[in-house]
């Protein structure tokens, strides 16, 4: 355990979050639970956003709702809605499979709050909408496929 | 920057349902401009709600959210008048913050 100078040096460094990290007090896990995982972020493959978010084997989930269009017209918005049934959902993520930052929005579902979202989406192409959602017993899954006929992520 | 966020908070039973539609202009970083030099990233990168002091929705958000972003959520514990503040955060340290009253 780092003694409480070297603690705060590294805070005024690189934040809270790298400082508890480091010092061993805070989890990768509950990196979800404050600032931003930037290395989630930054991942060009689902299976990297994932790692970074800390769920290596999702248990796929019928109690995650999906709801999109099965042909988005324009990829630059796609309706996407999500309601977690799970007990004790404690975040949920939005993935795009084909975009080249898939992991598209994470919601922490605090006290109070209902485990539903509702957005609007950039789609590249035709691709998987993929829902995480970290629950008290662990991390679940299920994915979509939207058809795409225009592109809109402009690149 | 951009116009104020378009709120709309209304109770359906004990639930607060809000919608709001954000002025930004969510650029992925990808696009090209006419002379082929990309267009530099500017995305919200967080949005936070707020009622009575307590933190109702947080969210990260990356460059594939939609330009003028739409966003729905729902919360428990509010009544007709009270108030919620919407605030966004983008990745140039642009911010904005907008209150709604729920009806």
Redesign the interface.
Known sequence: MRDRREFLQDVGRGGLLAALLSSGVLSASQAWAAERNQAAADAKTVDEALRALGATAPTVSEAIKLVTPEIAENGAVVPVSVTSEIPGTEAIALLIEKNPFPLVATTRILDGTEPYISSRVKMQETSKIIVLVRAKTGFFVTSKEVKVTLGGCGG | MGDPMRIRATMTGD?VDVKVLISHE?E?G??KDASGSLIPAHFI??VTAQHNG??????????????N?????????AAAGDKISISWVDNMQDSRTDEAVIS
């Open positions: 639930v969510m992925t990808q696009r990168t967080k307590k933190a109702v929705l947080e969210a990260d958000w990356g460059q594939s959210i939609s330009k972003p739409v966003l729905g959520f729902r919360f428990k514990g």
